[in-house]
């Protein structure tokens, strides 16, 4: 009886050892270091938020690097949807630049309207004033109503 009391806790160790072994023998370097970069669940209401940002950001700075000298040489579109209908805002943006920037707009607007419809977003119904034109100062874009 004191020999097989020997030789189970001898196994017992043994594995128990061997099971430890085994735990930390993992690749931590392909581990996320911070849960914020996990990889994004792509039918998650965050996730398609973050995408419609990006679009956004996109469109804004490809503008932002034009400097508004002329504002005859400037326009501007709706972008973006409320919840109810109608631009979240408009936004000014060089002429010379309409064939690269207004389908980007236009999809932008599209897809944010997909967006609320799909996680049934509530806006304010509050319609953004429509501007009357463009002027230029100090080298930005300055709506006039």
């Given at each position: 009886m004191k020999n097989f009391f020997s030789i189970f806790l001898t196994v017992l160790v043994f594995a128990t050892a061997n099971s430890c072994k085994s735990a930390n023998s993992q690749d931590?370097?392909?581990?996320?270091?911070?849960?914020s970069e996990r990889p994004a669940d792509e039918?998650?209401?965050?996730?398609?938020?973050?995408l419609l940002d990006e679009m956004?950001?996109?469109?804004?700075?490809?503008?932002?690097?034009?400097?508004?000298?002329?504002?005859?040489?400037?326009?501007?579109a709706p972008m973006g949807s409320k919840a109810c209908g109608?631009?979240?805002?408009y936004i000014a943006y060089p002429k010379k630049m309409e064939e690269a920037i207004a389908p980007k707009?236009?999809?932008?607007?599209?897809?944010?309207?997909d967006f609320n419809?799909?996680?049934?977003?509530?806006?304010?119904?509050?319609?953004?004033?429509?501007?009357?034109?463009?002027?230029c100062e100090n080298g930005?874009?300055?709506?006039?109503?």
């Open positions: 931590d370097s392909t581990l996320p270091k911070d849960i039918n998650s209401e965050k996730y398609d938020q973050a956004r950001t996109e469109i804004e700075s490809a503008i932002a690097k034009e400097k508004c000298s002329k504002s005859s040489e400037w326009t501007f109608g631009p979240v805002r707009i236009s999809d932008y607007t599209q897809k944010m309207s419809k799909k996680y049934n977003i509530v806006s304010d119904c509050m319609l953004a004033a429509e501007p009357s034109g463009v002027r930005n874009t300055v709506f006039i109503y």
